[in-house]
């Protein structure tokens, strides 16, 4: 684990296009590229693989069993002390692909991949496909040396190997996939990435095992969104990092918005399926209020309810002297409110057949529930509702500033109750969108840790033979020491769902809980947070010393209610 | 500097409103609240006072004298080892504002100030006035004790007691100010702020004086900006860590740019007069382009040559295969550009007489170039100029969006070259704007110590009965133990200004010297991180470990300059 002589210097990846440069590194980046890395105790010496009792899946085991005929059932692995038995003098073909958006330490998992080849078998070769699943597809790829991963190591970002959003999904795109491990006569793949790749790393398990091809396929789950979670995969790597960068800013704009006492702050915060990171701001930073959006889609609240919810909190704390406040808001949240799903869903259509009059006849062919919801809206996304499609002629709701939204909402609503004389007060309210900011931050000590021993652990894994399996770490509570380390299911992980006709297996995205403990120990504080100010600023993330160390609270609760 | 038994447990400062509760700390805020902090050595025992030669001013000496006919001309003041002289039974009574907005470190003056007091003078009493200079006129002010000021040690924000941008100018505020001076029977006053705080300061200290009040007044230079400078101040105080935490989030989205390939991130940064954030922020980090608004407005830049300049690096790096890029613009940019100034300018006197007919024939009312540059504009920004005024009738200047004028008018512009055919690629722009997540960050070490110096300082100078004088640190290449301490006639700083007739003094703003170090710097580097990849990532500010104690690259490469 220590520096390539090479690397002493400038590594020089640049004739490769646009690689690092750890001669130009900052200090901390340095600091952390010499960082060591520890292993859990059970990854320092040989091992036994354990199986467990056979797996069935998460849903509809009949239909997932149909779907994975060869791979479907297979207990889960857990790796104990042994005496191994396994060939050090096996050379392995390792190949490993990123897939999907960047997560803070995916480059971890690869070196974590590539210690063990370097350090439990010999003469390996491994190989990083470029540009994602594409890469495979293409068979376009980077041998990987000690030269190429060093500087990646505790570094943030995709860059080593890059990413891609494409997916193995028809006849030919599996048959070039096939090539592509025949002609590099792998051994095994590594797909990193969140619900859907390793939904897409479990077909090619099955499509490799069908075809009695030799190469291996394991899952790692990565997604700062935090939503591929389950007991034997508890938490997705990135979220720790990027909840705690996005905190850092949240806790800077929270001492701002104290210190002049005159901005209301709206933070928008990257997560658009579900709420954790929000849910995760929350609990580390106590803002005075919290939308997650689980929560609105349950009780089925309307716009105008959130904009109520967020106004009468305003009013109270104006009576309390307090004219400022920061509001934490899921990217996600119009997805979330049934109504505007409705609304959008008629604004497609009449946008694909009718003209939008000025005069705004066009607007009576909105059933009376939309009509009033889009009157309700701000002029501006009126006016970006009708204005922006994207290439299909849709409306783009992802491209709309919930958090602007929500501002121009509630002031109109604050406007009104001046009137009434309920409000008094200016309302300034300010805009924030914490996203690119933070998905490419450093990996904390935790990310860093948990990714070298998914990497580490995936490496077991396919030396071991195993195959259609999600490299799997646990006990995250206790020392790293002490985390467990072995392989799930994929096909545990899995539901099915019926698209065009024909059942589809998804591994179904972990939502936020209402009835877990991260969102129950939010719930029994917002009533507090939200007339007192219980801020906390947790600071930028630190490397050294006292608190470099500690996870993050979704973590620890879940696992709390655990045990 | 233990702290007070009070203080273990909650500081109920809460009845006072929104005081701080270090019981709800983050880890690394209590780790912060117990960091001691380190004294230069000749502030670690006896002192004496070393006076300079008598000084001068800025500019226009002669008017700067007949302004401060009683304090101009005063020598600096350096404090060298010495038995001193001054009685530790002499009890002081001292007031503290804080005046602008914020920047980290602030907390750690006033805990400079206080620790003076409680360590060197018996039986003092020191008053926070709240909410900045109106906290004086209105005699607002909390008493500040152990248990009040506790809590905010190395701790972001102004909070403690507020600012407010309020000045003291007319000749009933200034009777106010000396009302509240008697009142509170005040020995000296510390004032914390920028250019146009100081010169209120010196101000205030000539006025008591002059009305042979006992009361001295002595400045803190205080901005993010860091535009407050001069060679016996080398540097205002919030700048290193606002600078650190923009690097912070520049780094990661450069992580990301080049991981995915495939956005240009258009990054605003604080700092409307002085483009010293955005120089130092490219100086850390190594954008592909950064635009300094000095050298715009010395090079009679037109927006169109600025947008000119980012068009032609985008294409070029298009044929190095990089189709995504990092671009940094300071907050001030269209001040820099004297077409923008002089549209405005039409503008504002048209849209007070005129009525902005649809067909646009009031735009024969605009000068030729400006009636351009407005149609050179993107529709949005015509649309804010129009319909956006402040309360006086004028143009926001202020609310326009920098970063998204410029994306629309780069994207314009490609749309143009490809159609010529010398562009082929697709260009995405993503905006951000770093300001207030920075301006409260938790002080780094630099601004800790360089704050708790300038407060402990600026205690040392009104023990000797300074007054007119800014409080001046040294040195400060060298470690903590090495910094020099002593004060600086304001005066000196001094130049004047005409307005209405009648000459004001001002400290001109230090702007970004196209002849300076930095700026050279920068200069010989632009070319290759324009089109190479020399992106830095600086990494989350750390408190410990071999990072923990760097400066910024500005301040080094001044005092190497000067050295």
Redesign the interface.
């Known amino acids: 684990m220590s520096p390539p002589a090479a690397s002493n210097g400038s590594v020089s990846t640049?004739k490769e296009?646009?690689g690092r440069?750890a001669s130009?590194?900052?200090?901390?980046?340095t600091?952390?590229l010499n960082h060591s890395l520890p292993l859990p105790s059970v990854l320092k010496s040989s091992f036994n693989i354990a199986d467990g009792p056979p797996s069935s899946a998460a849903g509809n085991p009949e239909e997932i069993a149909k779907l994975f005929p060869n791979v479907f059932g297979q207990p889960s692995a857990m790796l104990v002390p042994g005496d191994g038995g396994l060939a050090a003098d096996q050379s392995l073909r390792i190949g490993v692909v990123l897939s999907g958006g960047?997560a803070p330490g995916g480059h971890n998992v690869i070196s974590g991949i590539f210690d063990y080849l370097q350090e439990r078998t010999k003469g390996s070769t491994m190989y990083g496909f470029k540009g994602g699943p594409a890469g495979i597809m293409k068979c376009k790829y980077a041998e990987l040396n000690s030269e190429f991963v060093y500087p990646y190591r505790n570094?943030?970002?995709?860059?080593m190997i890059?990413?891609g959003r494409d997916k193995i999904e028809t006849p030919e795109q599996f048959k070039q996939a096939e090539e592509t491990a025949i002609k590099l006569d792998l051994d095994g793949l590594v797909v990193i990435g969140g619900d859907d790749s390793n939904t897409n790393a479990c077909l090619l398990a099955e499509n490799f095992r069908g075809k009695n091809l030799k190469t291996k396929v394991i899952g790692c789950p990565k997604t700062i969104d935090g939503d591929l979670k389950c007991k034997e995969v508890p938490t997705s790597f990135g979220f720790d990092t990027a909840c705690k960068?996005y905190s850092?800013?949240i806790?800077?704009?929270m001492?701002?918005a104290?210190?002049?006492?005159k901005?209301y702050?709206f933070v928008r915060l990257m997560g658009r399926a579900a709420s954790h990171i929000t849910l995760e701001c929350a609990l580390?930073t106590?803002p005075n209020i919290t939308i997650i959006g689980e929560e609105v889609s349950a009780k089925k609240q309307t716009l105008k309810n959130v904009t109520d919810y967020v106004t009468d909190i305003i009013c109270k704390r104006s009576k309390l002297?307090?004219n400022y406040g920061v509001i934490l808001i899921p990217e996600g949240l119009i997805d979330f409110i049934p109504e505007v799903q409705q609304l959008i869903a008629e604004l497609n259509e009449i946008l694909a057949h009718d003209v939008v009059d000025e005069a705004g006849v066009w607007k009576k062919k909105l059933r009376s529930q939309s009509h009033e919801l889009f009157e309700f809206l701000p002029q501006a996304i009126q006016e970006q509702l009708l204005l922006e499609r994207d290439p299909h002629g849709n409306v783009q709701v992802a491209k709309i500033e919930t958090e602007k939204m929500l501002i121009q909402m509630v002031e109109t609503e604050l406007e009104k109750r001046k009137q009434e004389g309920s409000y008094n007060q200016q309302f300034n309210g300010?805009s924030?969108f914490f996203g690119?900011?933070?998905?490419?931050?450093?990996p904390s000590n935790f990310d860093a840790n948990y990714c070298y021993a998914l990497g580490y652990g995936a490496g077991a894994l396919l030396h071991s033979g195993k195959t259609g399996l999600i490299s799997s770490v646990g006990n995250l509570g206790a020392p790293v020491e002490e985390w467990t380390v072995g392989g799930t299911a994929l096909t545990s992980l899995m539901d099915v769902e019926r698209r065009h006709g024909k059942f589809k297996p998804v591994i179904k995205k972990a939502m936020v809980e209402l009835e877990g403990a991260p969102f129950q120990k939010f719930a029994s504080l917002r009533d507090e947070w939200a007339l007192?100010?219980?801020?906390?600023?947790?600071?930028?993330?630190?490397?050294?010393?006292?608190?470099a160390n500690?996870t993050n609270h979704t973590l620890m609760l879940e696992l709390d209610a655990q045990a």
Do not use: W
């Open positions: 640049e296009g646009p440069l130009v590194y900052s200090e901390v980046q600091s952390r960047q570094q943030g970002g995709f860059d890059c990413s960068v850092e800013m806790g800077n704009v001492t701002d104290r210190s002049t006492g901005y702050h580390q106590h002297g307090y300010q924030h690119y900011e933070g998905r490419c931050g450093l007192k100010n219980r801020y906390i600023s947790p600071g930028p993330v630190q490397f050294v010393g006292p608190t500690a």
